[in-house]
């Protein structure tokens, strides 16, 4: 009823006082010394001081016996200190043959240490040199983790035979993985060109970064693939891909749109990648233009990795429905957020993964309209950045690859977005991109050109959402129409208490009023204001900017308190990961039956319970002591509505 009624009275937060805090922000320490400590794990190689320009690769492939063999390529300028040698990585199950160099004489070569390969040349390397050197290298690359690497993988039901690799690995600190393949260095500030020869077996394809130059098929059936990536991107960033692939083209320019898809799914492939044009010019018009100048997918048995120009895809999502447009638009937005503008320091990956789990909302925004955008927002992310809990800052967390990084990185983007305003927040998400193109930033950079399109400091933000608070607010919020006529916001918290502006919604007849209030708690997490008016009832933030959990006590008549949920909500799923017990806590605003269901990442229906809810807070409990290891997709839903999160079974 409310929504054919409306009376909107915005008052948008660019608009606001942006001093209210009773802090003196010149006081605050700067944080860019704090920022830019070295990790104890980043760029741990004193030797590691020289600046790899490009990486030239020749490789053949072998699937029937896995394995490769070949060179690598690398120019390099010392720029920063003379060096006794060149020091790289290489895992030791692949055997260097030989090493050459146009510029030095090599005169020897070491593999001491794990994973370690050491060049030493003469003239010794000083200060405003530059070398050129190739390494011959032949074998099976070992297994780093489940996740990160080269992988050969057979032919099994409709997935053909394929090797492929993937550029970080979940179990190393820092990440990246290519030197299972490649002998590089897992600095992200390293930025290289690329080019690659890729000589794969007959009926194959080969696919890496860059555009496609020439292919060319050989005498004995075999085939090379030749790709060149003009632009400088992180090395992590560089792939190869071999398997029997159709090249499905959805552009032929600005950029052109390929993917590598197999055979037995392009009939899949032609609703699944469907929305994908749409997006990246979506992008393009809000973020910057795109940069590179080829983008797709190719499948892999696992994914999804935000390679240079062709995005490592998930085999099993490519089917004939949308339910994976998130995955799309996330690691389509990396060529922004990843890869165009790369994190300088592991500890700023949510400049990475938190813009690009942003980025799945704001495609869902762009592609299919405002209600999708805000529903996946509370459906999807809110409730996995409320499940993350209070363990770390979204800043150097414990654990870079968990919902505090993704989910709730992603939720601060869109409360930013809410402080900011869309015109500011937008410049600002352009200007980012362009002064730190094809190179890196820090939160710290980031936070400097928010505030300069802000024209205020952000540092009370930050601090409290990414560099030292954790958690989320919990509010309270009593509304007194009967005694003072006040308004009062209590955090129940116990971690971190946050000063925010907060849209209001004030109920009279069949009109709502909106307004915002900056809201400062006190020591004791409360906020109080009597300026606020006699309507029927107020709620709080009504479109869903607010990482939070917010219950609403409207006290309109003497002695009359109530405490309800306002709408059905699923509020948390714990622990998670879990292992076998996974529970799901969710409030209702009235007794109903509510049905919990759990999909794998096939889309197979593992459980399904009804139970029947009371008014307020409730659980459901699984059991999944009988299911594999993996995410499931949990939906909680009455007659009327749905909510969803996901959650990881980790046996």
């Known amino acids: 009823m409310y929504l054919l009624l409306l009376v909107l009275i915005p008052v948008f937060a660019m608009a606001q006082e942006r001093h209210h805090f009773g802090v003196d922000f010149d006081a605050l320490k700067s944080r860019h010394e704090f920022c830019r400590r070295p990790g104890p794990n980043v760029l741990d190689d004193s030797l590691h001081q020289f600046n790899v320009l490009k990486i030239w690769s020749d490789l053949t492939f072998n699937l029937n016996n896995p394995g490769i063999a070949g060179s690598a390529r690398l120019q390099m300028a010392f720029d920063e200190t003379p060096l006794p040698r060149v020091d790289l990585k290489l895992v030791y199950s692949l055997s260097v043959d030989s090493v050459t160099s146009t510029t030095h004489t ?110 060319t098929l050989n005498p004995d059936s075999s085939s090379t693939w030749h790709y060149r990536l003009d632009q400088p991107v992180s090395t992590y960033l560089v792939f190869v891909s071999v398997s029997e692939y159709e090249i499905m083209i959805q ?71 949308r339910s994976w447009d998130w995955i799309l638009f996330h690691e389509m937005s ?33 592609v299919y309209g405002e209600q999708s955008f805000r529903d996946y927002m509370r459906t999807d992310l809110q409730p996995a950045a409320r499940n993350a809990g209070n363990v770390s800052t979204i800043y150097d967390p414990d654990y870079y690859w968990g919902a505090i990084v993704y989910e709730k990185g992603g939720c601060v983007l869109h409360m930013l977005r809410w402080v900011m305003g869309d015109s500011l927040f937008f410049e600002a998400m352009r200007d980012y991109g362009q002064q730190y193109a094809f190179s890196t930033a820090t939160t710290v950079d980031f936070q400097a050109v928010c505030e300069a399109h802000y ?30 006529v006040s308004l009062t916001v209590n955090q129940l918290q116990q971690t971190t208490y946050f000063a925010m502006p907060i849209e209001i919604a004030k109920y009279v007849e069949d009109a709502i009023i909106t307004d915002t209030v900056w809201v400062i708690p006190d020591n004791n997490g409360s906020w109080t204001t009597n300026d606020i008016g006699l309507f029927d009832s107020i709620r709080i933030d009504p479109r869903g900017w607010l990482l939070k959990t917010a219950t609403h006590e409207d006290i309109t008549e003497v002695e009359d308190f109530t405490a309800t949920p306002d709408s059905f909500e699923l509020s948390a799923a714990y622990p998670n990961p879990f292992n076998p017990t996974l ?7 009235r007794p109903q039956p509510v049905t919990m269901r759990a999909y794998n990442v096939q889309g197979q229906l593992a459980v399904e319970k009804t139970a029947l809810a009371s008014a307020g807070s409730n659980t459901l409990v699984w059991n999944a002591e009988n299911q594999a290891s993996g995410v499931y997709l949990i939906q909680l839903s009455t007659q009327t509505e749905m909510r969803a999160v996901k959650a990881v079974l980790l046996k």
């Open 251 to 321: 552009r032929e320019s600005n950029p052109v749109i390929e993917n590598f898809v197999y055979p037995s799914r392009v009939t899949q492939a032609q609703v699944h990648f469907q929305p994908v044009p749409e997006c990246i010019d979506a992008f393009s018009a809000n973020f910057g233009p795109f940069v590179f100048d080829r983008f797709g997918y190719n499948m892999a048995r696992n994914g999804d990795m935000e390679h240079a120009t062709s995005v490592s895809h998930y085999d099993g999502a490519v089917v004939s429905n």
């Open 334 to 366: 990396h060529h922004w957020w990843g890869d165009w503008v790369t994190c300088a320091d592991w500890r700023d990956l949510w400049l990475n993964e938190g813009f690009a789990t942003y980025c799945e909302a704001l495609g869902m925004e762009w």
């Open 583 to 589: 529970t799901i806590a969710y409030v209702s605003p």
């Open 455 to 484: 024209d205020s400091t952000l540092q009370w933000f930050f601090d409290k959402w990414v560099f030292e608070g954790t958690g989320y607010p919990q509010y309270q919020v009593i509304y007194d129409a009967a005694h003072s």
């Open 106 to 215: 090599v005169d020897s070569v070491g593999r001491q240490g794990l994973d370690s390969l050491q060049i030493y040349l003469s003239p010794a390397l000083q200060l405003g040199d530059t070398a050129d050197i190739t390494i011959f290298y032949h074998g099976t690359p070992s297994i780093i983790d489940g996740w990160g690497g080269m992988f050969f993988a057979q032919a099994a039901g409709w997935r053909p035979q394929i090797c492929y690799t993937l550029g970080d690995a979940l179990g190393l600190d820092p990440p990246p993985a290519n030197f299972a393949w490649l002998p590089s260095f897992a600095d992200p500030n390293d930025k290289v060109e690329w080019e690659a020869w890729l000589h794969v077996p007959p009926g194959k394809v080969g696919v890496s970064a860059g555009v496609r130059v020439d292919s």
